[in-house]
Protein backbone atom coordinates (compact mmCIF):
# COMPACT_ATOMS: atom_id res chain seq x y z
CA UNK A 1 0.00 0.00 0.00
CA UNK A 2 1.42 3.10 -1.25
CA UNK A 3 1.80 6.08 1.60
CA UNK A 4 -0.82 8.32 -0.07
CA UNK A 5 -3.12 5.19 0.33
CA UNK A 6 -2.18 4.45 3.94
CA UNK A 7 -2.80 8.33 5.00
CA UNK A 8 -5.92 8.34 3.28
CA UNK A 9 -6.88 4.68 5.11
CA UNK A 10 -5.96 6.39 8.49
CA UNK A 11 -7.89 9.13 7.55
CA UNK A 12 -11.13 7.49 6.61
CA UNK A 13 -10.54 5.58 10.33
CA UNK A 14 -10.07 8.83 12.04
CA UNK A 15 -13.46 10.27 10.62
CA UNK A 16 -15.24 6.43 11.76
CA UNK A 17 -13.78 7.18 15.37
CA UNK A 18 -16.19 10.05 15.59
CA UNK A 19 -19.17 8.36 13.75
CA UNK A 20 -18.69 5.28 15.77
CA UNK A 21 -18.81 6.74 18.89
CA UNK A 22 -21.48 9.16 18.45
CA UNK A 23 -23.38 6.01 17.81
CA UNK A 24 -22.05 4.02 20.88
CA UNK A 25 -23.68 6.82 22.92
CA UNK A 26 -26.77 6.40 21.38
CA UNK A 27 -26.01 2.47 22.30
CA UNK A 28 -25.32 3.89 26.08
CA UNK A 29 -28.38 6.15 26.28
CA UNK A 30 -30.66 3.42 25.02
CA UNK A 31 -29.29 0.78 27.24
CA UNK A 32 -28.04 2.95 29.97
CA UNK A 33 -25.07 1.53 31.03
CA UNK A 34 -21.35 2.35 29.15
CA UNK A 35 -20.55 -1.29 29.48
CA UNK A 36 -23.23 -2.45 27.74
CA UNK A 37 -22.44 -0.11 24.70
CA UNK A 38 -18.59 -1.39 25.34
CA UNK A 39 -20.00 -4.88 25.02
CA UNK A 40 -21.80 -4.01 22.22
CA UNK A 41 -18.52 -2.89 20.34
CA UNK A 42 -16.46 -5.47 21.36
CA UNK A 43 -18.88 -8.37 20.27
CA UNK A 44 -19.77 -7.41 17.11
CA UNK A 45 -15.84 -6.50 16.32
CA UNK A 46 -15.46 -10.00 17.50
CA UNK A 47 -17.70 -11.75 14.91
CA UNK A 48 -16.51 -9.86 12.32
CA UNK A 49 -12.97 -10.30 13.07
CA UNK A 50 -13.30 -13.98 13.81
CA UNK A 51 -15.19 -14.57 10.78
CA UNK A 52 -12.49 -12.55 8.50
CA UNK A 53 -9.50 -14.65 10.32
CA UNK A 54 -11.23 -17.70 9.62
CA UNK A 55 -11.75 -17.35 6.27
CA UNK A 56 -8.48 -16.06 5.40
CA UNK A 57 -6.08 -17.37 7.29
CA UNK A 58 -7.84 -19.84 8.88
CA UNK A 59 -7.93 -21.96 12.25
CA UNK A 60 -3.96 -22.65 11.93
CA UNK A 61 -3.20 -18.46 12.58
CA UNK A 62 -5.12 -18.92 15.92
CA UNK A 63 -3.21 -22.06 16.87
CA UNK A 64 -0.07 -20.60 16.20
CA UNK A 65 -0.97 -17.74 18.36
CA UNK A 66 -2.14 -19.47 21.49
CA UNK A 67 1.72 -20.89 21.30
CA UNK A 68 3.14 -16.81 21.95
CA UNK A 69 3.27 -15.20 25.27
CA UNK A 70 -0.93 -15.00 25.78
CA UNK A 71 -0.41 -12.69 28.68
CA UNK A 72 1.31 -10.53 26.84
CA UNK A 73 -0.95 -10.92 23.83
CA UNK A 74 -4.07 -9.79 26.04
CA UNK A 75 -3.12 -6.24 26.63
CA UNK A 76 -3.77 -4.85 23.08
CA UNK A 77 -7.43 -6.10 23.62
CA UNK A 78 -6.92 -4.24 27.25
CA UNK A 79 -6.00 -1.25 25.73
CA UNK A 80 -8.08 -1.00 22.84
CA UNK A 81 -11.12 -1.47 25.13
CA UNK A 82 -9.72 1.64 27.79
CA UNK A 83 -9.39 3.22 24.56
CA UNK A 84 -12.81 2.95 23.75
CA UNK A 85 -14.54 3.51 27.23
CA UNK A 86 -12.30 7.01 27.08
CA UNK A 87 -13.41 8.18 24.34
CA UNK A 88 -16.93 6.81 24.38
CA UNK A 89 -16.76 9.09 28.38
CA UNK A 90 -15.15 12.08 27.07
CA UNK A 91 -17.89 12.24 24.10
CA UNK A 92 -20.57 12.19 26.69
CA UNK A 93 -18.71 14.78 28.72
CA UNK A 94 -16.52 16.68 27.09
CA UNK A 95 -18.14 16.85 23.63
CA UNK A 96 -16.16 15.28 20.04
CA UNK A 97 -14.19 18.16 19.87
CA UNK A 98 -12.42 18.41 22.64
CA UNK A 99 -12.53 14.70 23.30
CA UNK A 100 -10.71 13.86 20.03
CA UNK A 101 -8.21 16.69 20.24
CA UNK A 102 -7.13 15.47 23.92
CA UNK A 103 -7.09 11.91 22.24
CA UNK A 104 -4.72 13.16 19.30
CA UNK A 105 -2.35 15.05 21.90
CA UNK A 106 -1.84 12.11 23.74
CA UNK A 107 -1.16 9.70 20.38
CA UNK A 108 1.37 12.21 19.47
CA UNK A 109 3.20 12.85 21.80
CA UNK A 110 3.14 9.14 22.95
CA UNK A 111 4.24 8.19 18.72
CA UNK A 112 7.10 10.80 19.24
CA UNK A 113 8.29 9.08 22.42
CA UNK A 114 8.05 5.61 20.89
CA UNK A 115 9.55 6.72 17.54
CA UNK A 116 12.76 7.99 19.80
CA UNK A 117 13.01 4.88 21.81
CA UNK A 118 13.01 3.04 18.40
CA UNK A 119 15.49 5.37 17.62
CA UNK A 120 13.88 7.45 14.57
CA UNK A 121 15.15 10.79 13.82
CA UNK A 122 12.94 13.77 14.06
CA UNK A 123 13.70 16.46 11.25
CA UNK A 124 12.79 20.33 11.96
CA UNK A 125 9.81 20.13 9.67
CA UNK A 126 8.36 17.48 12.37
CA UNK A 127 9.08 19.40 15.19
CA UNK A 128 7.28 22.59 13.83
CA UNK A 129 4.82 20.52 12.82
CA UNK A 130 4.32 19.14 15.87
CA UNK A 131 4.74 22.29 18.18
CA UNK A 132 2.29 23.74 15.47
CA UNK A 133 -0.38 20.44 16.11
CA UNK A 134 -0.39 21.09 19.81
CA UNK A 135 -0.75 24.81 19.65
CA UNK A 136 -3.74 24.17 18.05
CA UNK A 137 -4.88 21.62 20.55
CA UNK A 138 -4.60 24.15 22.87
CA UNK A 139 -6.26 26.71 21.03
CA UNK A 140 -9.01 24.68 21.18
CA UNK A 141 -9.20 23.30 24.72
CA UNK A 142 -8.83 27.56 25.26
CA UNK A 143 -12.50 27.84 23.78
CA UNK A 144 -13.80 25.04 25.60
CA UNK A 145 -13.26 26.55 29.07
Do not use: C, H
Amino acid sequence: MSPLATLLLLAAAGSALVLQNALMLEARAVSGSVWVALWLNSAVGLVVLTATALGTDGPAAFARLAQGRLWLLLLPGLLGTFFVFASLTGYARLGATLTISALVSAQVLAGLGYDLWRGVQLGTAQIVGLVLLIGGIVLIFGTKS
